[in-house]
């Protein structure tokens, strides 16, 4: 299905242990999940790369009789216009020094799931690209003097997919509401592992 725009990305913290999603203070939120809204001036781009392989033509009998299918490996190249410095801290693995309040590198990657929100070209449907496990890199910042103009230095991530039992094993899962199938609340519990709808709390 062709897509235009990029409407949402929600992000949440996994315990590495567990594989669900962690809640709270040394999560993302109360709830877990972090929608990067447009408060926080929303994401400019999510482009998912690596989806598949191409495979390799296997020869028998002088004829191609086959094609290998090697996995692939998505990797997500991102660029969020104002995360909040914490989360930002957080999701590639820094840890905070309680006396000089400092966010150095822990030496360990923290699981991240992530829910990418698109539409349909005629926007009548909602297209979603769901990674339930997976490492965030920072791997540059780029800052530069103001001139005449501002010269931002957004926070440019990449994300690299690992399998997700949720998913037997694969890295990512594709949704849209055009499938009969499709239950919002379903998909969020299957990405974010953990999660609880507030509509079926009592």
Same mark, same amino acid.
């Given at each position: 299905m062709a897509t235009v725009g990029l409407k949402l990305v929600t992000l949440a $913290?996994?315990?590495s242990e567990t594989g669900k999603i962690i809640a709270g203070e040394n999560g993302l939120s109360e709830n877990g999940l972090l929608p990067i809204t447009t408060? *926080?001036?929303g994401t400019k781009t999510a482009n998912i790369? !690596? #989806?598949q392989e191409n495979g390799a033509i296997q020869y028998g009998n002088n004829v191609a009789v086959f094609v290998s299918t090697p996995k692939g490996a998505p990797q997500v190249a991102l660029d969020f216009n104002k995360l909040p410095f914490e989360v930002t801290q957080k999701i590639v693995g820094r840890k905070q020094d309680p006396d000089t309040g400092a966010w150095v590198e822990s030496g360990k990657r923290p699981s991240v799931a992530m829910l990418i929100e698109s539409e349909s070209i005629d926007r009548m449907n909602k297209v @979603? @690209?769901?990674f339930g496990n997976?490492?965030?890199t920072q791997a540059s #910042? !780029? !800052?530069g003097t103001d001139t005449n103009a501002e010269t931002l230095a957004t926070d440019a991530l990449n994300y690299q997919a690992l399998s997700t039992p949720e998913f037997n094993g694969e *890295? $990512?899962?594709m949704y849209s509401d055009v499938s009969k199938a499709f239950n919002e609340a379903k998909m969020k519990q299957q990405v974010f592992a953990g999660y609880v709808d507030p509509a079926s709390k009592s």
């Open positions: $913290l996994k315990d408060q *926080m001036w790369t !690596n #989806i @979603y @690209y769901g997976g490492t965030m #910042i !780029n !800052n *890295m $990512l899962a």
